[in-house]
T-cell receptor, first 116, second 116 residues
């Protein structure tokens, strides 16, 4: 079964500095998608970044980038120049597609605090 | 256009009551998902619709949980005879097309259910 593990329940970073959130996953598939979602206190889940496993190049979205290590089954999120608005819960997720259905499997999340 | 909307945002129910939670997906989105998020946890998949067809209900925790999407747009998640363990945030998500297109899921703000 596919599982997603986020080993850091909480992280903190100073404003303008860089922080890395870790995520590992378990799968026997060779082609899959990984996601990082952000959930601010208002609770609306927002997509931060996605990575297709067949792409060797790491995805980037402005200040957000990933370090995708397929062999190690690792998918970490780097946030550069951290801003107060980055404070939120961050969830790593793996997409399962099978039998005409799809679903996301989430980790337990990392709570990120940004200190001014 | 508007994003995914859910109502009510908050629901308090007495144990044993029936509740109905509504989801309005993004207009034109084929796929619709329900997730349950317990306090301090990541979301967990409940069920998946493609248009009006419920293709996957493997995550529904018991036969007290029932979901429908009769016209392929709005969906309702119904919980009968609510129990305290049903207290959670219920998230709805939608995506434009079916699983083979591998598209992003967009989430609503959730309904926080508290069963007393």
């Amino acid at each position: 079964a596919q599982t997603v593990t986020q080993s850091q329940p909480e992280m903190s970073v100073q404003e303008a500095e860089t922080v890395t959130l870790s995520c590992t996953y378990d799968t026997s598939e060779s082609d899959y998608y990984l996601f990082w979602y952000k959930q601010p206190p208002s609770r609306q889940m927002i997509l931060v970044i996605r990575q297709e496993a067949y792409k060797q190049q790491n995805a980037t979205e402005n200040r957000f980038s990933v370090n995708f290590q397929k062999a190690a089954k690792s998918f970490s999120l780097k946030i550069s120049d951290s801003q107060l608005g980055d404070a939120a819960m961050y969830f790593c997720a793996y997409r399962i597609t099978q039998g005409g259905s799809e679903k996301l499997v989430f980790g337990k999340g990392t709570k990120l605090t940004v200190n001014p | 256009g508007a994003g995914v909307s859910q109502s009510p945002r908050y629901k308090v129910a007495k144990r044993g009551q029936d509740v109905a939670l509504r989801c309005d997906p993004i207009s034109g989105h084929v796929s619709l998902f329900w997730y349950q998020q317990a306090l301090g946890q990541g979301p967990e998949f409940l069920t998946y619709f493609q248009n009006e067809a419920q293709l996957d209900k493997s995550g529904l925790p018991s036969d007290r949980f029932f979901a429908e999407r009769p016209e392929g747009s709005v969906s309702t998640l119904k919980i009968q005879r609510t129990q305290q363990e049903d207290s959670a945030v219920y998230l709805c998500a939608s995506s434009l097309r079916g699983p083979t297109w591998r598209e992003t899921q967009y989430f609503g703000p959730g309904t926080r259910l508290l069963v007393l």
